[in-house]
Nanobody
Framework: QVQLVESGGGLVQPGGSLRLSCAASGRVFSIYTMRWYRQAPGKQRELVASITQLGSTNYADSVKGRFTISRDNAKNTMYLQMNNLKPEDTAVYYC??????WGQGTQVTVSS
């Protein structure tokens, strides 16, 4: 089992930045792909970004060029650097490991 603890969410003005963290513990040697999802009210949960064990990344078109996903395998931690935030980025952001393990979610609100 892998346990995930998220941090870094909060309230930010449009154009601002936030950095989300997802710390993994437990069977960390089995972690391969890590992902960030988000879910806004009334919408389906969507994949924001993914990163493999060796650092290959993919992004949703809506965040490409603004968000950066990264991981520090020595710290068993994944990050999502979010720049130039827009109101439509407002959502609960979830950390996901190996497609079957989820974090508790952290609220990101972008508003003036």
């Amino acid at each position: 089992q892998v346990q995930l603890v998220e941090s870094g969410g909060g309230l930010v003005q449009p154009g601002g930045s936030l950095r989300l963290s997802c710390a993994a513990s437990g069977r960390v040697f089995s972690i391969y792909t890590m992902r960030w999802y988000r879910q806004a009210p009334g919408k389906q949960r969507e994949l924001v970004a993914s990163i493999t064990q060796l650092g290959s990344t993919n992004y949703a078109d809506s965040v490409k060029g603004r968000f950066t996903i990264s991981r520090d395998n020595a710290k068993n931690t994944m990050y999502l650097q979010m720049n130039n935030l827009k109101p439509e980025d407002t959502a609960v952001y979830y950390c996901n490991v190996n497609a079957d393990t989820w974090g508790q979610g952290t609220q990101v609100t972008v508003s003036s």
